[in-house]
């Protein structure tokens, strides 16, 4: 199960069922699962205190992954917390619409619990690689997720 909740913030989210099928298909490519899935959608400054509370940095960041499948490497139990302002901010930046880098970082957050990691230039490489091919799979099938919101 996937689900996209929003904590105390409102914006445009992506259409669940073909996000759904996008990210299972992600999850399927690597064999294995969602059990549950959880994209939390906040504000810069509740991520913030996540990412000092919980992994001790003091910064801001657009995405933290929290892997919850402690028992099986099969399947999928985690919580991806977004900042819907480094979202935006960004899009801006990367001159991208809202719902492409909102999906990037989706994505992203997947190939995290997948087991994908971002710390060393080699791993970075990688994982935005992937992150390209599955939106480029994405937009070849479901190009109204892409329309300008």
Known sequence: MITLLQHKITCPLPEIN???RWLIQVTQQ???EIEEL????CSDDYLYQLNKQYLNHDSLTDVITFDLSEQSQD???GEAYISVDRVKENAKQFDAIFTYELLRVMVHALLHLLGYKDETPEEKEQIHALEDYWIGKLRSKES???ENK
């Open 18 to 20: 073909q996000v759904t």
């Open 30 to 32: 690597h064999e294995k």
């Open 38 to 41: 959880n994209y939390i959608f």
């Open 75 to 77: 399947v999928i139990i």
């Open 144 to 146: 109204d997720l892409f």
